[in-house]
Protein backbone atom coordinates (compact mmCIF):
# COMPACT_ATOMS: atom_id res chain seq x y z
CA UNK A 1 0.00 0.00 0.00
CA UNK A 2 1.22 3.57 -1.13
CA UNK A 3 2.86 5.02 2.41
CA UNK A 4 1.07 8.70 3.32
CA UNK A 5 5.03 10.22 1.64
CA UNK A 6 4.42 8.89 -1.49
CA UNK A 7 2.50 9.50 -4.98
CA UNK A 8 2.41 6.96 -7.66
CA UNK A 9 1.43 10.28 -9.92
CA UNK A 10 4.38 11.57 -8.72
CA UNK A 11 6.48 9.45 -10.14
CA UNK A 12 4.95 9.24 -13.21
CA UNK A 13 6.02 13.05 -13.37
CA UNK A 14 9.39 11.75 -12.25
CA UNK A 15 10.07 10.04 -15.13
CA UNK A 16 8.30 12.98 -17.60
CA UNK A 17 10.90 15.27 -15.83
CA UNK A 18 14.09 13.02 -16.25
CA UNK A 19 12.89 12.48 -20.00
CA UNK A 20 12.41 16.00 -20.15
CA UNK A 21 15.36 17.97 -18.89
CA UNK A 22 17.72 15.19 -20.84
CA UNK A 23 16.02 16.15 -24.05
CA UNK A 24 16.51 20.01 -23.64
CA UNK A 25 20.19 19.26 -22.80
CA UNK A 26 19.90 20.52 -19.44
CA UNK A 27 22.65 18.31 -17.10
CA UNK A 28 20.85 18.42 -13.75
CA UNK A 29 21.06 15.05 -12.46
CA UNK A 30 17.97 13.38 -11.87
CA UNK A 31 17.06 10.04 -11.73
CA UNK A 32 14.23 8.74 -13.28
CA UNK A 33 12.08 6.55 -9.91
CA UNK A 34 11.90 2.74 -11.27
CA UNK A 35 8.92 1.89 -9.14
CA UNK A 36 5.89 3.07 -8.95
CA UNK A 37 6.40 5.25 -6.43
CA UNK A 38 8.42 8.54 -5.14
CA UNK A 39 8.72 10.67 -1.92
CA UNK A 40 6.63 13.95 -2.78
CA UNK A 41 9.50 16.65 -0.95
CA UNK A 42 11.91 14.88 -4.03
CA UNK A 43 9.78 16.22 -7.17
CA UNK A 44 9.08 20.09 -5.18
CA UNK A 45 12.89 20.28 -4.26
CA UNK A 46 13.77 18.82 -8.02
CA UNK A 47 11.38 21.27 -9.57
CA UNK A 48 12.23 24.37 -7.45
CA UNK A 49 16.44 23.82 -8.69
CA UNK A 50 15.13 23.80 -12.10
CA UNK A 51 13.58 26.72 -11.90
CA UNK A 52 15.85 28.53 -10.36
CA UNK A 53 18.73 27.54 -12.66
CA UNK A 54 16.82 27.49 -16.12
CA UNK A 55 13.59 29.18 -15.66
CA UNK A 56 9.61 28.94 -15.81
CA UNK A 57 10.21 27.96 -20.05
CA UNK A 58 11.85 25.20 -19.45
CA UNK A 59 9.86 23.76 -17.32
CA UNK A 60 6.94 24.46 -19.23
CA UNK A 61 8.84 22.56 -22.30
CA UNK A 62 9.14 19.37 -19.29
CA UNK A 63 6.18 18.39 -20.87
CA UNK A 64 7.28 17.86 -24.66
CA UNK A 65 9.27 14.76 -24.06
CA UNK A 66 5.60 12.76 -23.35
CA UNK A 67 5.40 11.84 -26.27
CA UNK A 68 8.38 9.77 -26.91
CA UNK A 69 8.60 8.35 -23.19
CA UNK A 70 8.19 4.13 -23.05
CA UNK A 71 4.13 3.70 -22.17
CA UNK A 72 3.70 5.11 -18.62
CA UNK A 73 0.00 3.84 -18.16
CA UNK A 74 -1.09 6.78 -16.65
CA UNK A 75 -0.12 8.62 -19.34
CA UNK A 76 -2.06 6.36 -21.81
CA UNK A 77 -5.10 6.38 -20.06
CA UNK A 78 -5.32 10.19 -20.50
CA UNK A 79 -4.69 10.14 -23.62
CA UNK A 80 -6.88 7.96 -24.87
CA UNK A 81 -9.68 10.92 -23.33
CA UNK A 82 -12.29 11.71 -26.20
CA UNK A 83 -11.82 15.75 -25.61
CA UNK A 84 -10.52 17.93 -24.09
CA UNK A 85 -13.46 18.14 -21.23
CA UNK A 86 -13.18 14.31 -20.90
CA UNK A 87 -9.22 14.61 -20.50
CA UNK A 88 -10.00 16.66 -17.52
CA UNK A 89 -12.50 14.82 -16.17
CA UNK A 90 -10.10 12.29 -16.01
CA UNK A 91 -7.05 14.14 -14.46
CA UNK A 92 -9.19 15.04 -12.11
CA UNK A 93 -10.58 10.96 -11.53
CA UNK A 94 -6.63 10.28 -11.26
CA UNK A 95 -6.00 12.73 -8.67
CA UNK A 96 -8.96 11.37 -6.22
CA UNK A 97 -6.81 8.31 -6.88
CA UNK A 98 -3.05 9.89 -6.10
CA UNK A 99 -1.79 10.55 -2.49
CA UNK A 100 -0.76 13.57 -3.74
CA UNK A 101 -1.18 17.22 -1.96
CA UNK A 102 -2.61 18.93 -5.22
CA UNK A 103 -5.26 19.45 -7.27
CA UNK A 104 -6.91 20.96 -10.77
CA UNK A 105 -10.00 22.83 -10.16
CA UNK A 106 -11.65 23.48 -14.08
CA UNK A 107 -13.96 25.70 -14.76
CA UNK A 108 -15.50 25.86 -18.42
CA UNK A 109 -15.87 29.57 -19.64
CA UNK A 110 -16.64 29.08 -23.25
CA UNK A 111 -16.89 27.04 -25.92
CA UNK A 112 -13.23 25.26 -25.62
CA UNK A 113 -11.87 27.75 -23.21
CA UNK A 114 -11.08 26.52 -19.43
CA UNK A 115 -10.06 28.07 -16.33
CA UNK A 116 -7.67 26.06 -14.00
CA UNK A 117 -6.21 26.51 -10.50
CA UNK A 118 -3.50 24.11 -9.19
CA UNK A 119 -4.52 24.21 -5.51
CA UNK A 120 -3.98 22.59 -2.23
CA UNK A 121 -6.58 19.61 -0.95
CA UNK A 122 -5.93 20.76 2.48
CA UNK A 123 -6.22 24.53 2.12
CA UNK A 124 -2.87 24.52 3.05
CA UNK A 125 0.41 23.25 1.28
CA UNK A 126 0.30 25.33 -2.10
CA UNK A 127 1.51 24.12 -4.47
CA UNK A 128 4.99 25.99 -5.70
CA UNK A 129 4.96 27.96 -8.85
CA UNK A 130 7.74 25.52 -10.40
CA UNK A 131 5.14 22.51 -9.85
CA UNK A 132 2.05 24.17 -11.57
CA UNK A 133 4.19 25.05 -14.31
CA UNK A 134 4.86 21.58 -15.23
CA UNK A 135 0.74 20.25 -14.38
CA UNK A 136 -0.28 23.38 -17.44
CA UNK A 137 2.31 22.27 -18.99
CA UNK A 138 1.57 18.82 -19.38
CA UNK A 139 -2.35 19.47 -19.84
CA UNK A 140 -1.67 21.44 -22.29
CA UNK A 141 0.41 19.05 -24.27
CA UNK A 142 -2.01 16.23 -23.95
CA UNK A 143 -4.89 18.36 -25.04
CA UNK A 144 -2.95 18.98 -28.54
CA UNK A 145 -2.28 14.99 -29.01
CA UNK A 146 -6.00 14.83 -28.91
CA UNK A 147 -6.08 16.78 -31.62
CA UNK A 148 -7.46 19.67 -30.10
CA UNK A 149 -6.95 23.39 -32.28
CA UNK A 150 -6.12 25.95 -31.60
CA UNK A 151 -4.53 25.49 -27.99
CA UNK A 152 -3.20 28.42 -26.09
CA UNK A 153 -2.58 28.85 -22.53
CA UNK A 154 -2.40 32.17 -21.13
CA UNK A 155 -1.64 33.12 -17.47
CA UNK A 156 -3.54 35.00 -14.44
CA UNK A 157 -2.67 38.38 -16.45
CA UNK A 158 -3.09 37.26 -20.53
CA UNK A 159 0.69 36.72 -20.99
CA UNK A 160 1.01 33.72 -23.43
CA UNK A 161 2.36 30.77 -22.01
CA UNK A 162 1.78 28.49 -25.47
CA UNK A 163 0.74 29.24 -28.62
CA UNK A 164 0.95 28.06 -32.38
CA UNK A 165 2.99 24.85 -30.91
CA UNK A 166 5.48 27.12 -29.41
CA UNK A 167 6.89 27.71 -25.47
CA UNK A 168 7.18 31.78 -24.55
CA UNK A 169 8.70 32.56 -21.19
CA UNK A 170 6.50 33.39 -18.29
CA UNK A 171 6.60 36.27 -16.55
CA UNK A 172 7.42 34.86 -13.11
CA UNK A 173 5.22 34.74 -10.01
CA UNK A 174 5.51 33.52 -6.72
CA UNK A 175 2.09 31.84 -6.49
CA UNK A 176 0.87 31.22 -10.11
CA UNK A 177 -3.28 31.86 -9.11
CA UNK A 178 -4.66 30.13 -12.41
CA UNK A 179 -4.15 29.66 -15.85
CA UNK A 180 -6.54 29.91 -19.14
CA UNK A 181 -6.89 27.19 -21.39
CA UNK A 182 -8.14 27.30 -24.82
CA UNK A 183 -8.01 23.95 -26.91
CA UNK A 184 -11.31 23.20 -28.77
CA UNK A 185 -11.91 19.96 -29.93
CA UNK A 186 -14.53 17.69 -31.01
CA UNK A 187 -15.39 14.21 -29.76
CA UNK A 188 -13.68 11.23 -31.17
CA UNK A 189 -16.24 9.43 -33.17
CA UNK A 190 -17.20 5.65 -32.04
CA UNK A 191 -15.79 3.87 -34.82
CA UNK A 192 -18.74 0.55 -35.15
CA UNK A 193 -16.24 -2.30 -35.95
CA UNK A 194 -16.80 -3.57 -39.62
CA UNK A 195 -18.41 -6.84 -38.22
CA UNK A 196 -20.64 -5.88 -35.39
CA UNK A 197 -21.14 -8.55 -32.53
CA UNK A 198 -23.66 -8.77 -29.97
CA UNK A 199 -21.54 -11.03 -28.09
CA UNK A 200 -20.66 -9.97 -24.26
CA UNK A 201 -16.75 -11.22 -24.89
CA UNK A 202 -16.70 -8.62 -27.31
CA UNK A 203 -18.19 -5.96 -25.77
CA UNK A 204 -15.96 -6.59 -22.71
CA UNK A 205 -12.93 -6.20 -24.96
CA UNK A 206 -14.02 -2.62 -25.92
CA UNK A 207 -14.50 -1.83 -22.34
CA UNK A 208 -11.04 -3.15 -21.58
CA UNK A 209 -9.26 -1.65 -24.17
CA UNK A 210 -10.12 1.88 -22.53
CA UNK A 211 -11.47 1.23 -18.90
CA UNK A 212 -10.91 4.42 -17.73
CA UNK A 213 -13.78 5.83 -19.94
CA UNK A 214 -17.10 6.90 -18.33
CA UNK A 215 -18.95 3.75 -20.39
CA UNK A 216 -22.97 4.22 -20.47
CA UNK A 217 -25.28 2.02 -21.91
CA UNK A 218 -25.78 4.01 -24.12
CA UNK A 219 -22.04 4.80 -25.40
CA UNK A 220 -21.74 1.27 -25.41
CA UNK A 221 -24.09 0.55 -28.02
CA UNK A 222 -23.13 3.47 -30.39
CA UNK A 223 -19.62 2.03 -30.23
CA UNK A 224 -21.07 -1.86 -30.91
CA UNK A 225 -23.67 -0.23 -34.07
CA UNK A 226 -26.67 -1.20 -32.40
CA UNK A 227 -29.35 0.33 -30.33
CA UNK A 228 -29.49 0.25 -26.64
CA UNK A 229 -33.08 -1.74 -26.52
CA UNK A 230 -31.04 -4.06 -29.19
CA UNK A 231 -27.99 -4.13 -26.60
CA UNK A 232 -30.21 -5.14 -23.78
CA UNK A 233 -32.00 -7.50 -25.24
CA UNK A 234 -28.78 -9.69 -26.42
CA UNK A 235 -27.20 -9.14 -23.24
CA UNK A 236 -30.42 -10.64 -21.62
CA UNK A 237 -29.99 -13.55 -23.59
CA UNK A 238 -26.72 -13.91 -22.57
CA UNK A 239 -28.25 -13.94 -18.91
CA UNK A 240 -26.14 -10.46 -18.12
CA UNK A 241 -26.42 -6.87 -18.23
CA UNK A 242 -24.56 -3.90 -18.95
CA UNK A 243 -23.88 -3.27 -15.63
CA UNK A 244 -23.00 -6.52 -14.78
CA UNK A 245 -20.54 -6.41 -17.61
CA UNK A 246 -19.23 -3.52 -16.82
CA UNK A 247 -18.20 -4.73 -13.21
CA UNK A 248 -16.55 -7.65 -14.53
CA UNK A 249 -14.30 -5.97 -16.74
CA UNK A 250 -13.22 -3.53 -14.01
CA UNK A 251 -12.12 -6.71 -11.82
CA UNK A 252 -10.79 -8.38 -14.70
CA UNK A 253 -8.62 -5.54 -15.83
CA UNK A 254 -7.67 -4.93 -11.49
CA UNK A 255 -6.90 -8.49 -11.27
CA UNK A 256 -4.58 -8.57 -14.58
CA UNK A 257 -2.58 -5.43 -12.77
CA UNK A 258 -2.55 -7.04 -9.30
CA UNK A 259 -0.98 -10.86 -10.94
CA UNK A 260 1.79 -8.84 -12.76
CA UNK A 261 5.03 -9.25 -11.47
CA UNK A 262 6.10 -5.69 -10.33
CA UNK A 263 3.04 -4.13 -11.35
CA UNK A 264 1.08 -0.80 -10.47
CA UNK A 265 0.52 0.06 -6.65
CA UNK A 266 -3.01 0.09 -5.69
CA UNK A 267 -4.16 3.16 -5.99
CA UNK A 268 -2.72 3.03 -9.52
CA UNK A 269 -4.49 -0.32 -10.31
CA UNK A 270 -7.61 1.36 -8.73
CA UNK A 271 -7.59 4.20 -11.37
CA UNK A 272 -6.48 2.02 -14.70
CA UNK A 273 -9.45 0.17 -13.67
CA UNK A 274 -12.05 2.59 -13.71
CA UNK A 275 -13.38 2.64 -10.81
CA UNK A 276 -14.18 6.02 -8.79
CA UNK A 277 -11.89 6.01 -5.87
CA UNK A 278 -9.86 4.26 -4.41
CA UNK A 279 -12.90 3.16 -1.71
CA UNK A 280 -14.82 2.27 -4.53
CA UNK A 281 -11.80 0.13 -5.86
CA UNK A 282 -11.80 -1.91 -2.10
CA UNK A 283 -15.13 -2.06 -1.82
CA UNK A 284 -15.90 -3.61 -5.14
CA UNK A 285 -12.98 -6.40 -5.76
CA UNK A 286 -13.67 -7.56 -2.03
CA UNK A 287 -17.50 -7.61 -3.50
CA UNK A 288 -17.12 -9.65 -6.50
CA UNK A 289 -14.04 -11.55 -5.71
CA UNK A 290 -14.54 -12.02 -1.80
CA UNK A 291 -11.07 -10.85 -0.91
CA UNK A 292 -9.15 -7.41 -0.66
CA UNK A 293 -7.09 -6.37 -3.55
CA UNK A 294 -3.88 -6.47 -1.36
CA UNK A 295 -4.44 -9.93 -0.11
CA UNK A 296 -5.25 -10.81 -4.17
CA UNK A 297 -1.65 -9.74 -4.97
CA UNK A 298 -0.42 -11.76 -2.35
CA UNK A 299 -1.51 -14.89 -3.02
CA UNK A 300 -1.63 -14.59 -7.13
CA UNK A 301 1.06 -12.29 -7.95
CA UNK A 302 3.14 -13.87 -10.45
CA UNK A 303 6.21 -14.45 -8.77
CA UNK A 304 9.73 -14.57 -10.78
CA UNK A 305 11.16 -18.29 -11.66
Given at each position: ???????????????????????????????????????????????????????????????????????????????????????????????????????????????????????AKD????????????????????????????????????????????????????????VVL????????????????????????????????????????????????????????????????????????????????????????????????????????????????????????????
Amino acid sequence: MTSTGEDFASATMMRLVAAGLAAQGIGVPVAAPVGAHVPRGKKRDLLHRVLQEHGAKTILAISDAAPNMPPEPVVLALRKARDVPDLLGRWARLETFSHGRHRVVTDQTGPGTFELRHIAKDGRSRPSSAESLLVFGLLTRLCESLGAEPVLLEDQDGHVWRKDGAWFAPAFHDVIQNVVLTARSSPRPDMPPENPTQDSHALRQTIADDPVRRWTLKSLARHAGMSQRTLQRRLAQQSTSFSQVLSEVRLQVAADHLCATDGPGLAEIGFLAGYADQAHFARSFRHGVGTTPKRYRAAFQDRPA
